[in-house]
């Protein structure tokens, strides 16, 4: 006997996705892939917040420290997110840019003139696809810190703390629920896109470092691999880079690099390479 299976769809088939649960639902939606692609994408969602602080002349310094346990932490110099509390939605700032999408300082017309990464999206959706999130400000003398679980905040932002500095420390877990292949990180891939980041950010210092225990089967690899790198030199690997302002137009700075082994087109300080067409 045929069995004549109808699917039903109607107002109670409708979903309402709330918060984050879209970006956990969809991932590839925000970050393109799941794969090894996806989970470095998460570190520079974060680290292109704290370049935008560079850009509006707050931050000098980036720290990216790999953890063990493949944690990753992200520490910058610029003025720290603001704490206040968010007159619309009555919790802190933080919190805000955190845990809303399409929330932060790049929509409005004081916030950032010149930006890169998701445009607001970045922070928040790295919070939904990591099993956690602790996020410590520096400001106005007070060191303020909030976690967050499956991007769920664990607690309300506090304050833990005196400080003379000031800057934004964000460290995460990439949740292996969502990067089912791979949580591990790969030092050379987030170092070349931490290279050219410098590169792009006249006056701006990015710091990698890789504080994973090694296996002693690998310990002595480890050690070539670190001594290579460290013996390289910009001008050994790339060429002299000459610059040349092309325009003074009001609110655009654009900045050409020519080095011996080929041309990089960047926009908005992103690489073409991801699929954007060129501007000719």
């Not at 794969?35 to 707050?58: C, K, M, Q, T």
């Not at 720290?63 to 990753?72: A, F, T, W, Y």
């Not at 969502?178 to 590169?199: G, H, M, N, P, S």
């Amino acid at each position: 006997m045929d069995t004549l299976v109808e699917d039903e769809y109607g107002a109670d088939q409708i979903q309402v996705l709330e918060g984050l649960e879209a970006v956990r639902k969809r991932p590839g939606m925000y970050i393109g892939s799941t794969g090894p692609r996806g989970l470095h994408h998460l570190v520079y969602e974060i680290v292109d917040n704290s370049i935008d602080e560079a850009l509006a002349g707050f931050c000098t310094h980036i720290e990216v420290n790999i953890l063990p346990g493949d944690i990753i932490e992200v520490r910058d110099n610029g003025r720290g997110i603001p704490v206040g509390i968010n007159e619309k939605l009555g919790i802190s700032s933080v919190t805000v840019v955190l845990t809303v999408l399409h929330a932060g300082g790049k929509f409005g017309g004081g916030g950032y003139k010149v930006s890169g990464g998701l445009h607001g999206v970045g922070s928040s959706v790295v919070n939904a696809l990591s099993d956690w999130l602790e996020v410590e400000v520096r400001q106005d003398g007070k060191v303020h810190y909030q976690k967050f679980n499956l991007g769920v905040p664990e607690e309300d932002l506090k304050v833990i703390g005196d400080t003379d500095e000031t800057g934004t420390t964000i460290r995460f877990k990439a949740c292996a629920d969502i990067f089912q292949e791979t949580t591990v990180y790969e030092f050379e891939t987030l170092q070349k896109r931490l290279r050219e980041q410098a590169f792009l950010n006249a006056g701006l210092k990015i710091t990698l470092t890789d504080l994973r225990e090694v296996p002693e089967e690998d310990l002595e690899k480890a050690k070539q691999i670190a001594s290579k790198i460290s013996n390289k030199k910009k001008d050994e690997e790339f060429g002299e880079a000459e610059t040349e302002v092309l325009a003074n137009l009001p609110n655009v700075h654009q900045e050409i690099y020519c080095y011996e082994g080929g041309i990089s087109e960047f926009v908005q300080l992103i690489n073409k390479v991801r699929g954007f067409q060129p501007l000719h």
